[in-house]
């Protein structure tokens, strides 16, 4: 080091030399280093070991025994300022008689960010927080602690083993091996560092494999200060949208399956149902919100599309007309009893929206004649008007040609105000109809298959959810109970870039979020890492590539549509190369989207 040796910037280093030792283990909790120097000698160092256990800052002054009056503290991150599982950091450093501490990073995180500085300064305390190269190196070792304490969601980590011209497997299926053992030793690595291994159904089905960490297999270089004790393995996160892994609904579908033999395993249905708790109490509505929720709830609980009666052509529209007509076709049943003088058929669509329309049609006896001159009307209207002059109904039944320009005019003028009346009262009907048909109308296959753009086959398997064995909740996920190993996490459809409906990987993401999972890591085949890479889920993607070419019928490692030009192509903004003997890694960061994610 040189003249650096006794820099800030040296001790900074030895700290984040300790915090790396932790970095496997510490998960929720970030990974932070602590080295205490007075007069240019270390009085005493340490790291965070993992969640519940004392803090870098409480390590470092146990190994200095507490001697440390008028030393200067080299913390990675911001000391903590509030009482969780142990108590503040700050306060141990202040107590401790600390005249100086310098900080690799602050903490993003609210209970912390920046009332840790504070509270040191308020102390008299020197604070200085460090830039530069050192300072990027400490926000690194944290980023996936900063990602999630920002978003609320982990931070997550894509993973592709694939020869040289993009291939993840021949089209047999075979895969093992593409990449060298250094390359999956690597993996080893990246499972480590990971709270979660997200998979598809069709990984389980084709590979069954474990998906756990395999101690053995990580580089030794990385168990070195590691205390292996303290090591978990990562959740299991199994999409299987369509519940195509539980065929008889039974845990016995899941016995041949390996990875369901140990650790804990969420199997991620999809689900058409409500997420509210049906125990919570209602919740006061106003009368437009209540409109909007009986709407939506009219589409959402349509009955499964392929179970529905009928050849699924018939739409909303024709559905309401039918109805109107087979109501039409009852009053006219009652018109025809009444009116004798004629056997035509009275128009149905007009019997149906009043009573007082229903009575003018039936004493009408010709539907030829449309104009609202015609001899039909103006009988019916001189009728209604009080004329009961035989000689004025037999014209009214015959022809309209014979009828008196007298009693055209007297029914003109008595029936101008009640025609009026009964028009408003018969418009008023026809819509308080419409609006009782329309919302009861069942939705069709083909119009709900249209409204989704997927096939009324794919929405077939909709999981009920089990209210018995929920055992949590979120705004768009529950998750239920099936056994010690097993629970299934049930999240909304969304429709993929395909046309057809999948489990919803936001509500994944939301769900991990829940649970303080820090890193979340994709192995799965091209569909499901495609997805991820299409919603802007991955932070960062690891491609390990070996020197071989698998041809144009291999399955390819990427399934993503064609952009229309390249300036739509999906990019990566920064790239990192590794090699691994023969092998090369490539660590891409995905270009972020402007897009805001609904």
């Known amino acids: 080091m040189g003249k650096q040796k006794h820099s800030d910037e040296y001790y900074l280093e030895m700290a984040l030399a300790e915090a790396q030792k932790g970095r496997f283990t510490t998960s929720p909790n970030p990974a932070v280093g602590c080295v205490i120097v007075r007069d240019s000698k270390i009085l005493g160092m340490g790291y965070h070991h993992c969640a519940g256990q004392p803090h870098a800052e409480i ?37 401790a008689g600390i005249s ?26 020197e604070v200085k927080i460090a830039s530069g190269k050192i300072a990027k190196k400490c926000v690194k070792l944290n980023r996936a602690f900063f990602k999630s304490i920002k978003s609320g969601r982990p931070f997550t980590i894509l993973k592709y083993g694939m020869s040289l011209d993009g291939k993840v497997a021949l089209s047999t299926g075979e895969s093992k091996w593409i990449t060298n053992n250094a390359c999956r030793s690597d993996v080893q690595r990246l499972r480590l560092w990971s709270d979660a291994l997200i998979t598809s159904h069709k990984t389980i089905t084709s590979d069954n494999p474990k998906l756990n960490v395999r101690l053995e297999d990580v580089p030794i270089k ?55 708790d049906p125990n919570a109490a209602p919740k006061r509505t106003s009368k437009v919100k209540k409109a909007a929720q009986t709407s939506s709830q009219a589409d959402a609980t349509t009955d499964c599309m392929c179970c529905a009666a009928g050849d699924g052509t018939e739409s909303k529209a024709s559905a309401a007309t039918k109805s109107r007509k087979a109501k039409g076709a009852s009053s006219s049943k009652s018109a025809d009893a009444k009116a004798t003088a004629s056997k035509t058929t009275a128009d149905k669509s007009t019997a149906t929206k009043s009573t007082a329309t229903k009575a003018a049609a039936a004493k009408s006896s010709s539907t030829k004649a449309t104009s609202a001159k015609s001899s039909s009307t103006k009988a019916t209207s001189a009728k209604s008007s009080g004329t009961k002059a035989t000689a004025t109904k037999s014209i009214a039944a015959k022809s309209s040609a014979t009828k008196s320009t007298a009693a055209k005019a007297t029914a003109d003028k008595a029936s101008k105000s009640r025609k009026a009346a009964t028009t408003k009262k018969a418009d008023r009907k026809r819509v ?51 056994s010690e190993r097993v629970k299934i996490l049930v999240v909304p459809f969304a429709l993929g870039t395909d046309g057809k409906e999948h489990a919803s990987l936001n509500a994944v993401m939301d769900f991990l979020g829940s649970k303080d999972i820090r890193v979340a890591m994709v192995e799965a085949g091209s569909n499901l890492g495609s997805s991820f890479l299409e919603q802007d889920l991955v932070d960062e993607c690891y491609c390990y590539i070996a020197p071989m070419l698998l041809g144009q019928n291999a399955k390819s490692a990427f399934a993503i549509a064609e952009p229309k030009r390249l300036a739509n192509a999906m990019k990566f903004d920064k790239c990192k190369v590794r090699t691994f003997g023969d092998n090369i890694g490539l660590v891409l960061t995905k270009k972020r989207s402007s897009k805001k994610k609904a």
């Open 59 to 95: 390590m470092a002054l146990r190994a200095a025994d507490y001697q440390v009056n008028n030393a200067t503290a080299y913390v990675t991150l911001e000391p903590c300022s509030h009482y969780g599982r142990t108590p503040p950091c700050a306060k141990a450093l202040i107590d």
């Open 432 to 482: 308080e109809v419409s609006a009782s048909i329309e919302p009861k109308a069942k939705t069709t296959k083909s119009a709900l298959a249209a409204k989704n753009k997927v096939a009324p086959k794919e929405m077939c398997v909709s999981w009920h959810i089990n209210q018995d064995k929920v055992i949590a909740r979120g705004a768009n996920f529950v998750v239920e109970q099936w």
């Open 100 to 125: 100086r501490v310098v900080i690799g990073s602050t903490d993003p995180n609210p209970k912390v960010s920046g009332r840790g500085i504070k509270m040191l300064e308020e102390s008299g305390i």
């Open 222 to 276: 990385l168990l070195t200060g590691l205390d292996t004790t303290l090591i978990t393995q990562p959740i299991k996160v199994i999409i299987d949208s369509h519940a195509q892994l539980l065929p008889n609904y039974s845990l016995k579908d899941l016995d041949k399956y390996a990875i369901f033999t140990s650790g804990e395993n969420y199997i991620v249905v999809g689900t058409n149902e409500s997420f509210a």
